[in-house]
């Protein structure tokens, strides 16, 4: 079992930048592909960053691609959303969450486990 705590949402205006943090309660994230997730009201959960257990690799969605920037740092056990340019639309709760590193990261079902989430309130 590894319980994820997600920690640096906030308000922020728009152009603005915020940097999420994720962390293990226990246990290591280093055999773990992991992602950052939101989900906005009246929509769906959404995939948005996604970093290998090695950080080999990374994956992004369209609606952040040089925008946001996932990254981890394995000797601290925690991984990193920093979001730049923030609009209105980034307004949601982000949830990171951990898939076996034998799995593929931009699979959704391939994550096991979930924070509590983080609200981002983009203002004007």
């Known amino acids: 079992q590894v319980q994820l705590v997600e920690s640096g949402g906030g308000l922020v205006q728009a152009g603005g930048s915020l940097r999420l943090s994720c962390a293990p309660s226990?246990?290591?994230?280093?055999?773990?592909?992991m992602g950052w997730f939101r989900q906005a009201p009246g929509k769906e959960r959404e995939l948005i960053a996604a970093?290998?257990?090695?950080?080999?690799?990374?994956y992004y969605a369209d609606s952040v691609k040089g925008r946001f920037t996932i990254s981890r740092d394995n000797a601290k056990n925690t991984v990193y959303l920093q979001m730049n340019s923030l609009k209105l639309e980034d307004t949601a709760v982000y949830y990171c969450?951990?898939?076996?590193?034998?799995?593929?990261?931009?699979?959704?079902?391939?994550?096991?486990?979930w924070g509590q989430g983080t609200q981002v309130t983009v203002s004007s």
């Open positions: 969450a951990a898939a076996p590193k034998y799995r593929s990261y931009r699979y959704v079902p391939s994550y096991d486990y």
């Open positions: 970093i290998t257990w090695n950080a080999g690799s990374t």
């Open positions: 226990a246990r290591t994230l280093s055999d773990y592909d």
